[in-house]
């Protein structure tokens, strides 16, 4: 009887992991940096937008569907890891940079960074495997833009 129900929840955490997918990762870690200074901003929700049309070429509902599901999958996330983790099995490096450097646009589209959507941002550069100077750089491009 136990193995079953532990069967049961083993088979549903894996469906939930396979159903991840890079857009819906990418969409709740841009959420995740909107919400991480508990401020969101118009000017911070139309870069998300922006982003995930520029990085995704969705259509209008499809984008809202996205924002929508990427906003409340970030809100019941325990960690950060899950996304990643989708991100790293699915994405090359380039694809991994631009998604950094959306996450930098969103944190700076109200021209202020605040500290801990810079912690954030590194933790997610951290588990996608970005080095430290590529961190940087990419925070540097997007505020001198």
């Known amino acids: 009887m136990l193995k079953a129900v532990l069967d049961l929840f083993s088979q549903s955490n894996d469906k939930k992991e396979e159903s991840l ?17 508990r401020e969101t901003d118009e000017r911070e929700l139309n870069a998300y937008k922006a982003i995930l049309d520029k990085q995704f070429s969705l259509s209008k509902e499809a984008r809202q569907s ?3 599901e990427g906003q409340e999958t970030a809100e019941d996330a325990v ?14 490096n380039d694809k991994k940079q631009a998604i950094l450097k959306g996450l930098w646009q969103v944190a700076y589209a109200d021209s202020n960074i605040a500290p801990i959507e810079e912690h954030t941002i590194r933790r997610i550069a951290d588990l996608l495997h970005i080095p430290h100077s590529q961190f940087i750089k990419t925070k540097l491009a997007v505020t001198e833009e």
């Open 79 to 92: 960690d950060l890891v899950q996304f990643t983790q989708a991100i790293n099995q699915q994405c090359d």
């Open 66 to 68: 996205l924002v929508k």
């Open 21 to 37: 997918s890079v857009e819906l990762a990418t969409a709740a870690l841009l959420s995740e940096i909107m919400r991480a200074d």
